[in-house]
């Protein structure tokens, strides 16, 4: 079993920093690709920016030029670097895996989940 454990949330005023890390249990992941995901209170879950084992990303537009994924592969962690920071970023943050080529961001394709840390951006 896959086990996946955020951190790194914390609350910012707009204009700031944070950066999300996602460390995954050493179980061996074949052709992963690992997706940070967000949901803000009343509104749907949605995909945030990928990465897969290769290191090809993706980002949703409202995140691009501002966040970065990356990854230790030796670590087996992933982190979400977030600049210039937005009211509306505010959310609950996920992170997620799936094993199996492709890794856009759509949430089905995803098995793992993490429990989410909490980032707050204050205007």
């Known amino acids: 079993q896959v086990q996946l454990v955020e951190s790194g949330g914390g609350s910012v005023q707009a204009g700031g920093s944070l950066r999300l890390s996602c460390a995954r249990s050493t179980v061996t992941l074949s052709n992963y690709c690992m997706g940070w995901f967000r949901q803000a209170p009343g509104k749907e879950r949605e995909g945030v920016a990928s990465?897969?084992?290769?290191?090809?990303?993706t980002y949703e537009d409202p995140v691009k030029g501002r966040f970065t994924i990356s990854q230790d592969t030796a670590e087996n962690t992933v982190y979400l670097q977030m600049n210039s920071l937005k009211p509306e970023d505010t959310a609950m943050y996920y992170c997620?895996?799936?094993?199996?080529?492709?890794?856009?961001?759509?949430?089905?394709?995803?098995?793992?989940w993490g429990q989410g840390t909490q980032v707050t951006v204050s205007s």
């Open positions: 990465i897969d084992f290769g290191g090809s990303t």
């Open positions: 997620a895996a799936h094993s199996g080529w492709g890794c856009d961001l759509d949430s089905d394709d995803y098995k793992y």
